[in-house]
């Protein structure tokens, strides 16, 4: 059993490629050794900012032979009268077998001539020589660069290759222009804690050795030293440490060896928002911010850094970064008291200068263009003058901040500095709110806006960006989507949903797309694409989000059948109701019963004329019934109508499905009971009556679901 | 060390590997990068070294000289060398050596960070150093210049002067930096950027900047269809600052702002073919030597 080392040596990698490179190791690796038949015990994957690297070991030293089972001629062509034909002959000789080997065995298709053959495996050590360049050149990321004179493509430049086979080095090269990388055991320590080179004398030996050298080449146990370096270092200070998930992920490939320091800033800055202090700390130094307490949110004047110097050189290196967040605090603070030297509405013409989208034109026009939806949208939910105001004042300062000095700084701050320069300028406490609110969410999972102005406004923006973008035709394909569409319909339909808003999604888009035709040419198709877009993402959410079974979501959306994707933007909240009920139906078990009752009336009333949204039963003639049974349906019917409006009215379904569960006996007894009727009677009219009848039960479900797209069982 | 003493140590060191030292060059730009020293020589085969000091102007930046940290007009100091050298890591750091910074001592950190210049259809990979935190240089793989492949490619270092001195001396402002022991960098240029920034935001005439553009750009145009390479380059690197002022004006509409980028980028590209082409008409002179400027 041998053991494998392969480090790549490399100029400092892009923190995110250390983890990615090694991601795509995980899966490619084993899967190349596999397809050479090679086993292995175990894979262990390093990497640091200056190398990437994978040890193998429990592979053989030898490739096992493979047996290999050749095809040839069939035997009634191979061999005439028991002597080999032409065939034969030829099919050995490209084999390179005598003609004894060959064998003749019976398949599907007849007896065949095969050769069996062994292929003897070749040393590890040949396939590693070959393999371990694919490794290399197979990593894919983003920002691939050359360098020197050739043409090799790289996240940074490769430096230097270790390649041990146990202890004999594995010849491997890599070849860039003029320069050849030639694999050795020679590898790199700690740029200063260890500037000698670190002679690897066993592949096994790699982590330790290079351990020895003050490079943790195992980013989990990097990330587990920072990890615990700085909540020892938060409580030194009696403090608690904000370790983001991300920024550890990030710092820990930005260090070989960490040392955790602490270092403090003038209290004075502490009167700065804290997200400005925050995102000073973290976005921009990479710094871990440090609060009171576990669940505070009161910052102290301190902060952690994590180190790649010399443990020993701790205190040039806090003071060091102590002035550079003194220059940055400074500069924070010169920009939050410029930026509030005007009231924050002074901004919003200048906004004129930010580009929202070449043919759009700028930010201000889309302040412009989003104040008026959401006068749309306010006067849709009858909101009062108060509320209206607000919106529209909130609508107008939503985005000023984007000009201001410390968004300019810091675009993380977007809203945030919005809220806090309202604030100072004497808005209401609402406008604030609603202007740091309106980005949200921001991702997938994150909050959404808690006050009606926010919501009001955050959908006025989104759908300002997608009727504006549709109507110029740039629709989201496939992986490309740059103005994030499809995150903001399911804002849309979420802040719709989780804040209950009776929002008419399709008048509205009709009235916003109509605004837009007004000042250009625009395709009419499009909207039909931006409808099409919308329930797309509602069948998405509906299916990904709420757990709903396909065909449940069929039946709301329609399959084919505009009459429900148009009801769907009628009422956003409807249509999420009706799926989720028939998801509890179908749970448990009503669903197959009324499937039964519904469908059967469905499939012979599609033969009648009756118009699917007619419910009111005044159009049944009483005096063409024949026999008792019909009498019974129709009064169910009418006993159903009120029951009907009532669910549709409140959304209460449960009444609608109780009734028509109710009248599932009649039904039947219509049907196949004692006195039923043939529907298709040879009398038109009483034919008619009969299907008018079961029309008006078909209705009365569809105001439900379209019970054709469930599939039964 | 003083101001003064940083530069002429950065000198001193570059120009003992090899570097050639340039001198700035005489037109407004906003990056070292637009000086021919680098935009042209990093097109084409042929190797070169060279470092020189950058004035730039970000007509934007200004401060009125209120800020301790942004000034609108600023210097870089530049290295360019083409092919990018195997050890050039190790050489910049002991170019922080000469400058009494002993990396040993300190936490220095090669930081990724892309650069992109749309307007001049450049872009490279490469990092921000930080040293002890503090961003002090920045490092460039150049990949694309003028819209082609960099081939060799070529190592951009440039030190930002103003940071990297406020560091060695441990000063917080850049108006308190010593240029010498007597003058500080305030007293050189604090007026000019209080005055500037006025300039720049307030008194400069958007009607005469619009014409000047337009004059610039048909100069280059003309100069272009000569094939006069240096020349037009010239008014292109005006025609961009140009920009750069109406820019800080805030009299460029969205829409024309692509436009104005879109033309400068068209004459880019016009101009760093046409050097190449005349490189190459020449024989690439400096292929002759081993060394970028030996020849």
Known sequence: ?713 | MNFQAVIATLHQFWGTYGCLIAQPYDIEKGAGTKSPHTFLRAIGPEPWRVAYVEPCRRPTDGRYGENPNRVQHYYQYQVLIKPSPDNIQEIYLDSLRALGVQPEDHDIRFVEDNWEDAAVGAWGVGWEVWLDGMEVTQFTYFQQCGGLDCHPVSIEITYGLERLTMYLQGVNSIFDLGWTDEVTYGDVHLQGEIENSTYNFEASDPETLFTLFKLYEQEAGRLLERALVLPAFEQILKCSHTFNLLDARGVISVTERTRYIGRVRSMARQVAQLYLKQREAMGFPLLKGEHGNAA
């Open chain 1, 1 to 713: 059993m041998a053991t494998f080392l392969l480090e790549v040596g490399t100029e400092e990698l892009p923190a995110s490629f250390v983890g990615e490179a090694l991601e795509q190791w995980r899966s490619s690796v084993p899967m190349s050794l596999s397809d050479r038949h090679l086993t292995t015990e175990a894979i262990d994957y390093y990497g640091t900012p200056r190398r990437l690297a994978v040890v193998i070991a429990g592979l053989p030293t030898q490739q096992p032979d493979q047996d290999e089972e050749i095809k040839g001629p069939p035997a009634q062509a191979a061999f005439q009268n028991g002597q080999p034909t032409k065939a034969a002959i030829g099919f050995a000789q490209k084999q390179g077998v005598p003609l004894e080997a060959l064998e003749i065995r019976p398949t599907d298709k007849g007896e065949f001539v095969f050769v069996r053959r062994t292929i003897a495996g070749r040393p590890v050590a040949e396939i590693l020589s070959g393999l371990v360049p694919q490794w290399i050149t197979g990593l894919e990321g983003k920002r691939f660069a050359r360098w020197g004179d050739g043409e090799l493509k790289f996240s940074r430049p490769i430096r230097w290759l270790v390649a041990l086979l146990d202890d004999q080095i594995l010849p491997v090269t890599l070849h860039n222009g003029s320069v050849t990388l030639t694999s050795d055991r020679i590898s790199q320590g700690h740029r200063v804690l260890h500037p000698q080179p670190v002679s690897i004398a066993h592949a096994a030996d790699y982590d330790t050795t290079l351990r020895n050298a003050y490079v943790e080449v195992d980013p989990s146990q990097r990330r587990s030293q920072i990890q615990h370096q700085t909540t020892a270092a938060a409580e030194s200070i009696q403090g608690w440490a904000v370790v983001s998930p991300s920024l550890l992920a990030e710092v820990t490939n930005l260090v070989e060896y960490p040392t955790a320091i602490v270092g403090k800033f003038d209290p004075e800055f502490l009167t700065l928002p804290p997200e400005v202090v925050t995102t000073e700390m973290e976005s921009h130094q990479r710094y871990f911010p440090v609060l009171k307490s576990e669940g505070s949110t009161e910052l102290l004047p301190y902060f952690i850094t994590i180190s790649n110097g010399d443990p020993a050189k701790s205190a040039i290196i806090a003071a060091g970064n102590e002035r550079v967040i003194r220059a940055r605090l400074a500069d924070g603070r010169f920009f939050y008291d410029a930026d509030r030297l005007v009231p924050l509405a002074t901004y919003v013409d200048r906004l004129e200068s930010v580009t929202f989208q070449a043919d759009l034109g700028s930010v201000r026009a889309k302040v412009d263009r989003l104040g008026k939806i959401a006068g749309q949208i306010a006067t849709q939910l009858h909101l009062s003058e108060t509320e209206q105001t607000y919106i529209q004042r909130a609508a107008l300062l939503c985005k000023a901040d984007l000009v201001t000095q410390m968004v300019g700084e810091f675009p993380e701050l977007q809203g945030v500095m919005g809220q806090k320069y309202a604030l100072a300028s004497g808005e209401p406490e609402a406008v604030a709110t609603a202007i740091v609110e309106h980005y949200l969410p921001k991702g997938a999972g994150d909050h959404l806006p808690q006050s009606l102005i926010g919501q009001v406004v955050g959908l006025a923006d989104r759908l300002d960006t997608l009727v504006s973008i549709f109507s110029l035709g740039m629709l989201p394909t496939g992986s490309s989507d740059p103005f994030a569409l499809r995150r903001a319909a399911n804002a849309v339909l979420n802040i719709t949903w989780t804040a209950d808003l009776a929002l008419n999604l399709h008048q509205l888009l009709h009235l916003v797309w109509a605004d837009v035709a007004k000042t250009r040419t625009v395709e009419a198709s499009l909207i039909a694409a931006l409808h099409d877009f919308f329930l797309q993402r509602l069948r998405s959410l509906l299916q990904d989000d709420r757990a709903i079974d396909y065909d449940l979501v069929n039946a709301v959306l329609g399959e084919n059948d505009p009459e429900y994707a148009e009801r769907a933007l009628y009422d956003l909240r409807d249509v999420r109701d009706r799926a989720l009920f028939l998801q509890t139906l179908r749970n448990n078990g009503t669903l197959a019963t009324l499937y039964e009752t519904v469908n059967r009336a469905t499939r012979l009333a599609a033969q009648g004329t009756l118009d699917t949204q007619h419910l009111d039963s005044n159009l049944i003639r009483p005096d063409l019934f024949q026999q008792p049974s019909e009498q019974a349906l129709y009064e169910a019917l009418v006993h159903l109508a009120p029951q009907t409006q009532a669910a549709q009215a409140t959304r209460d379904y449960q009444k609608l499905v109780t009734a028509l569960a109710q009248i599932a006996p009649t039904v039947s007894r219509f049907f196949d009971g004692d006195d039923s009727v043939l529907v298709m009677d040879s009398d038109p009219d009483v034919r008619q009556n009969r299907l008018n009848l079961l029309g008006l039960l078909r209705n009365h479900a569809r105001v439900l679901a379209d019970f054709g797209a469930i599939v039964k069982g």
